[in-house]
């Protein structure tokens, strides 16, 4: 009965390696983002997508790309990890776009890179 | 930079007492979101008080709005040890996106 689920939870790996991490949310949701938390837990937008359509692209680097195959789904593939990746991401979705009303969040996914 | 601060950092209180935390921001809003977040879990989704509205109940959750002063209230009354949890407001500007505070980790203690 999840509404936003993500894997996978943790995720080490090392410089240089390319990986990914998967949303998805049951709540039929029109718009769904990406967020990274630094370790000072400051929460920082990085993409939105509304109807599988990217709104959102906070100059994340272009190593960092995600893909909405239908409107249930956002996906993050990072190129080339680098030390400063390391981070909690979180997957969150909203019935319309994000200044309107409220998002639910996943339960994120602790990246370490070594 | 338009995120917000919030204050204080860090609250410890006894179990009973009443929590406050504060949020002030920069540019006018549409809304403001306040959600908590429990460790090692996702952030989960408290209050919204829009740019017209001033104050906002929900259950032992007291929000205040004063866009005058650009800044907000979230009020936790009769605090019990499970409400301790970092808080994070959360303004709207526009319909794009929302701008994250800094957050205040609260403590309960039993």
């Known amino acids: 009965d999840t509404a936003v689920s993500q894997t996978p939870k943790y995720l080490v790996t090392q410089m240089g390696n390319d990986k990914s991490i998967k949303c998805e949310q049951n709540l039929g949701h029109d718009t769904m983002y990406w967020y990274k938390q630094d370790s000072k837990k400051f929460l920082k937008i990085m993409f939105s997508y509304n109807n599988k359509e990217l709104i959102i692209n906070e100059t994340v680097p272009n190593r960092f790309s995600p893909k909405s195959p239908d409107k249930a789904h956002l996906n993050l593939h990072i190129n080339s990890l680098e030390l400063g990746d390391s981070a909690v991401y979180f997957c969150?979705?909203?019935?319309?776009?994000?200044?309107?009303?409220?998002?639910?969040f996943g339960p994120g996914t602790r990246l370490t890179v070594t | 930079s338009q995120q917000g601060e919030e204050d204080p950092q860090a609250l410890s209180i006894q179990e009973g007492e009443n929590a406050t935390m504060n949020c002030s921001y920069k540019?006018?809003?549409?809304?403001l979101q306040w959600y908590r977040q429990n460790s090692g879990r996702g952030l989960v989704h408290l209050i919204l008080?829009?740019?017209?509205?001033r104050e906002k109940h929900s259950g032992r959750l007291r929000v205040t709005l004063d866009t005058s002063k650009k800044s907000s209230s979230l009020l936790i009354t009769a605090s019990r040890a499970a409400d301790t949890a970092s808080y994070f407001c959360?303004?709207?500007?526009?319909?794009?996106?929302?701008?994250f505070g800094t957050g205040t980790r609260l403590q309960v203690f039993p």
């Open positions: 959360a303004t709207a500007h526009n319909t794009d996106k929302l701008i």
């Open positions: 969150a979705s909203s019935q319309t776009l994000a200044g309107v009303g409220e998002q639910y």
């Open positions: 008080i829009r740019s017209n509205e």
């Open positions: 540019t006018s809003i549409n809304n």
